[in-house]
């Protein structure tokens, strides 16, 4: 694992990016195409802004994401999809973008993007750790078994505070219970991973992911088995290291 500490969040992001861009022009050159997951959350703000500034053939991309609220409209402030279409989509024209459905049926829509995303192997993935060590919306006692690649997941507590806390609801009650995830394994099926984790408020979790046995209990810590993952830290989130 390559750890990078900033000084603030907008050099986090950049540095990020930048990386994350390089890998997948590398890859273009190789293969001629690249496949790229994106997260979405706070912590992606200012990676994701730099992203789409970056020189990239986005037409040679195929993009997937990693999570989407069950019964939760694109409309909503909160959508996934909406976040991606307004940070993303609506700055680049990628070749496909495979947004995950939460309004349809959830065991159809699982099946439908294992489907789609064992045909296109992710080159980079770009995600982030949560308050409470998740990955994607793998919360404790995260699954490191299934070999599915989206399932549905319920919602911790933690998990929910936290998207609450973030301005995404206007109330704890309101954030949904269950989510379509793409599971742990998927993840670590990427050739490599940027992982960006700004903020105080992670600080825990990231010394517990890098610092304690690997464990479903603290999810991100499974990123110490892959060989390619690159972590951006701010001095905030590394503050307990």
């Known amino acids: 694992m390559k750890i990078n500490i900033s000084a ?12 994350g861009a390089a890998l997948i022009r590398e890859t273009i050159r190789n293969r001629g195409t690249a496949n790229v997951i994106l997260a979405t959350g706070a912590s992606q703000f200012e990676m994701l802004s730099e992203l789409t500034q970056q020189k990239i053939e986005w037409s040679k991309v195929t993009c997937f994401h990693l999570d989407e609220y069950i019964s939760l409209p694109p409309t909503h402030p909160a959508s996934f999809r909406k976040y991606l279409m307004e940070r993303f989509t ?3 024209t990628v070749k496909a973008f495979h947004f995950i459905d939460g ?10 993007l294992h489907d ?14 949560g308050e409470n060590a998740h990955l994607a919306f793998n919360d ?54 940027i992982c960006t984790v700004p903020d105080q408020r992670k600080a825990k979790a990231v010394k517990a992911s890098l610092g304690e046995k690997v464990s ?4 991100a810590s ?7 993952v690159y972590l951006y830290l701010d001095r905030d989130s590394a503050s307990l290291l």
């Open 8 to 19: 603030n969040k907008q050099e986090l992001g950049q540095k990020a990016a930048t990386q």
């Open 90 to 92: 609506d700055k680049v």
């Open 103 to 112: 309004e349809t049926d959830v065991t159809t829509e699982c099946n439908r």
């Open 116 to 129: 789609l995303i064992r045909k296109h192997p992710i080159d980079v993935a770009f995600i982030g750790i």
């Open 140 to 193: 404790p006692p995260a699954d490191f078994e299934t070999d599915r690649a989206y399932i549905q997941v319920a919602l911790d507590e933690a998990c929910r505070r936290q998207q609450f806390g973030e301005g995404w609801f206007a109330s704890l009650e309101e954030v949904p219970q269950t989510a379509i995830s793409m599971s742990i394994r998927q993840i670590l099926r990427s050739a490599a991973i």
């Open 216 to 219: 479903p209990q603290i999810p």
């Open 222 to 228: 499974i990123l110490q088995e892959h060989q390619n």
